[in-house]
């Protein structure tokens, strides 16, 4: 990799990652139903799901989407269904009162849902399209590919689960917590139906 490429590189990190999306509203709305410890494996997840991602990328599968458009539509399906799913649970937790069953995200859960989540593969196929160069080890450019989303990524989205968790002092009512629960509801639902568009 061509070293006038980093400084691009970890702004395109930072820019992608900590943007609002699926992952940053669901951290969000995690670290204000669990706190910031319990959701401490959704954002590893997260991170880890994505650099598997860019090396998948990297080593060819993001042609495959460009080769078969149905598969972006099974991913955009998935995703949205995924994330409708969510969006209910959320809506019926009611704040952070603990409900029978109800879990944040795991580390495993996480990683997967980012092989169904559209933003995660927009920003992994042009990653590897603009930070690559041709007749250089790709083995060596992938890997600093994926230490600068993780290294600028693990923190990016550590904020937004550390901003829901902040939020639980902030309301300390229970009408004022079910409401911005349910906010964060319907936004996990809108980014949903934006799959589909």
Not at 29 to 53: D, E, K, Q, W, Y
Not at 63 to 81: C, D, N, Q, S
Not at 110 to 132: C, D, E, H
Request: charged share 10%; net charge positive.
């Amino acid at each position: 990799m061509d070293t006038s490429l980093l400084a691009p590189l970890a702004l395109y990190s930072f820019v992608c990652t900590a943007t609002p999306g699926p992952n940053n509203i669901m951290l969000a709305s995690s670290g204000l139903v669990f706190g910031f410890r319990r959701t401490i494996p959704h954002i590893f997840g997260i991170n880890f799901g994505c650099a598997v991602m860019l090396m998948l990328s990297g080593l060819g599968l993001g042609a495959l989407f460009e080769a078969w458009p149905v598969l972006r539509w099974a991913v955009r399906i998935f995703g949205a269904a995924y994330l409708g799913w969510l969006a209910v649970k959320l809506w019926q937790s009611e704040g952070v009162e603990r409900r029978e069953g109800a879990h944040p995200l795991t580390f495993f859960q996480a990683a997967a849902f980012q092989f169904v989540n559209p933003k995660a593969w927009a920003i992994t196929m042009p990653a590897i399209a603009s930070f690559t160069v041709p007749g250089r080890p790709l083995a060596l450019q992938l890997g600093v590919i994926v230490a600068a989303f993780v290294l600028v990524g693990l923190p990016s989205i550590a904020t937004w689960a550390a901003m829901g968790a902040g939020a639980r002092e902030l309301l300390e009512s229970r009408k004022g917590m079910i409401v911005f629960v349910r906010v964060m509801a319907v936004l996990t639902a809108l980014t949903a139906l934006l799959f589909l568009i």
